[in-house]
Nanobody
Framework: VQLQAFGGGVVQAGGSLRLSCTAS????????MAWYRQAPGKQRDLIAV??????THYNSMKGRFTISRENMKGMVHLQMNSLKPEDTAVYYC??????????????????WGQGTQVTVSS
């Protein structure tokens, strides 16, 4: 499975961005797909998870961020609204095999995209 994330960029505070991630290869083997982010000098943090059945789990960004998925296309999206400068980070998509179920453990995600930079200016 290969993951390709895109959609990052520079946006003013209060603006919106939609990130997308395309999975290729054995996408039927995937259950959970997730978005993580890593700000400079900080650890990688979970944003949200969505399973192939569209069950979701969010961390603290729920309300501003929405995760969605298109199973047939092997895509996962992250709609980000009301962006703040502290949302500046590299955003990564990740995929876990079906054996894991809905998982929030980063070690369960076998596949990672290359990351896409989001910069929110004040």
């Amino acid at each position: 499975v290969q993951l390709q994330a895109f959609g990052g960029g520079v946006v003013q505070a209060g603006g919106s961005l939609r990130l997308s991630c395309t999975a290729s290869g054995s996408i039927r083997s995937i259950n959970s797909m997730a978005w993580y982010r890593q700000a400079p000098g900080k650890q990688r943090d979970l944003i949200a998870v969505i399973t192939s059945a569209h069950n979701t789990h969010y961390n603290s960004m729920k309300g501003r961020f929405t995760i969605s998925r298109e199973n047939m296309k092997g895509m996962v999206h992250l709609q980000m609204n009301s962006l703040k400068p502290e949302d500046t980070a590299v955003y990564y998509c990740a995929a876990a095999l079906r054996s894991h179920g809905l998982t929030v453990q980063s070690q369960d995600y076998e596949y990672w995209g290359q990351g896409t930079q989001v910069t929110v200016s004040s």
